[in-house]
């Protein structure tokens, strides 16, 4: 099987604009999607979506105006929410924030609009696709934290290029994080926090805490709850930007 997969089309009738004109090697959907998920994403996803992401709607890879998200506060950025259990609650906790939720995953997208269904919030984007088509278009220094919960490990030592912590992700994600912002990783997988420690500081991330407990304002995820369930102990990663 060839290891440079072509860009994958998303699923679902909602996410067709959004293919990646990037060679893209997660998962984009994965066990068949129920009712009420296509309903969800058939139905609120407009109202959610931050346009003007993919380059099938922005080929010429124009600046976003960021006045445009809902609220008026600090912008944050959850690198690959999941199930968006952690995005929820942080919108929910923190109402005077904007947040932007990236996740090419459609299910992990129905589960987040499942939750905010049931939870309605007023400070929440969405981008359901690859976040390298985001920081094309973020401005500069407009993000003053990034989250990146759980990443996908990529195990095998031939794909940690695809790594979300190597330069490809680390240096777009320097120039659209303010001076001071803070970068938090969390993950169960070792080999990813010691990739973590040497990569991000070299992009001009400053370590501040490598903590086995997690943040005073944390929300475990399913992803954890599995890991502590198998025994994996959480690595909890606290930078800061130069």
């Known amino acids: 099987m060839s290891d440079d997969p072509k860009p994958d089309l998303p699923p679902h009738p ?11 090697y997660g998962r984009v959907h994965g066990k068949t999607l129920r009712p009420s998920q296509k309903e969800y994403l058939s139905e609120d996803l407009a109202t959610l979506r931050l346009r003007n992401v993919s380059f099938d709607e922005n080929p010429d890879r124009r600046v976003l105006d960021l006045a445009e998200l809902p609220g008026t506060g600090p912008v944050w950025l959850e690198v690959g929410f999941g199930g968006g259990e952690h995005l929820a609650h942080m919108a929910g906790r923190y109402s005077d924030v904007r947040l932007i939720g ?26 359901p696709g690859d976040v390298r088509d985001l ?23 031939r794909h940690h290029r695809r790594r979300f912590v190597t330069p490809e992700h680390l240096e777009p994600l320097h120039r659209v994080t303010a001076p001071g912002a803070e970068f938090r990783v969390a993950t169960d997988i070792p ?21 086995r407990v997690p943040w005073n304002d944390w929300f475990s995820t399913r992803y954890e709850q599995k890991a ?15």
Not at 135 to 157: M, Q
Not at 235 to 242: A, H, I, N, V, W
Request: glycine share 6%; proline share 8%.
């Open 135 to 157: 920081f094309d278009v973020l401005p500069d220094g407009c993000i003053e934290k990034v989250f990146l919960n759980y990443p996908d490990p990529w195990p095998k030592a």
């Open 14 to 24: 909602s996410l067709t604009a959004l293919r990646t004109h990037r060679n893209f």
């Open 102 to 127: 990236c996740e090419p995953f459609v299910n992990g997208v129905a589960m987040l609009l499942g939750l905010l269904r049931r939870n309605p919030v007023q400070n929440t984007a969405i981008h």
């Open 228 to 242: 502590l369930r198998e025994g994996r102990v959480p690595q909890y990663l606290t930078f800061r930007r130069g």
């Open 191 to 211: 080999d990813y926090a010691r990739q973590t420690l040497e990569e991000v500081p070299a992009a001009g991330f400053a370590l501040v805490s490598d903590s």
